[in-house]
């Protein structure tokens, strides 16, 4: 309907070719929204965020909701969907670009569709108790801990690859303010909420899976849990180290550290 309404109040005629493309992404990525939407509760469910809020802040709910979370969010779509209105306004004729931002689109809309339904499955299999697991694992979840929030960032980001070319450079203030809303606000919700479930098994499954958003292979993904792990530990034993060293700059007695040699090797 958005993209109908562009089409018919701007006064630009824009490419027939380009439009037809966005058309046809918006309505695919609209209906499995949509019926993810529906098949998850519709209407008469409330997300887990919205409950928490309610408890939280009780009859002031209504008000603080309506400017943090509806407002907001509005304020958010409507600087994304600029690319929306620059990609179909857009007169500049079809290029390699449009054949790139395609596939970005199909590529996201496609790759949320398959968490999705591997998030069902994993939900199926732990209600009819055919596994024990409390955390997903497998699929593109053992690439990523967010396939779906990653394949949302690239829904945006592809539809703004249709209008940069021929879009005013603050266009793209859309898609960055999308990716900020994932990377520093909903990542952090999400798995502030699963260590608080299940604080163990998701624990390990964060160790197992140390790319919060890109798709990485498994063995790149133990890489990099252990190498956070090793430069994490290493960084506090090295402030420790240096708290001791300026103890004994202090102090002028050297007795105080046993590990001399150790704090070398360490602060090299």
Known sequence: VQCALI???SARNGNCGRQLCVFVLVAVWGYRLTHNFVARGGIGHEDWRYSDMRKQFGKHFWWISLFSVFLGQTIFMFAACLSLYAALGSEA?????????????IAAILLEAM????????QAAKREKRTDKQVIDTGVWGWSRHPNYL?????WWGLWLFSSSSSPSWVVSGPVL?????VCISVKLMEDRQLQNKPDAYARYMRQVGSPLLLLPPSANDGLASNWQDHTMRGLMRAALILDLLQIEASH??????FGRLTKVLLK
């Open 253 to 258: 007695d050297s007795s105080l550290l046993p």
């Open 93 to 105: 004729n079809l290029g390699w670009m449009d054949a790139i931002a395609s596939a970005v689109s």
């Open 178 to 182: 999308i990716t900020l809303l994932f």
């Open 151 to 155: 394949g949302e960032l690239m829904w």
């Open 115 to 122: 968490a999705d339904i591997q998030m069902d499955q994993f």
């Open 7 to 9: 089409r018919v109040r």
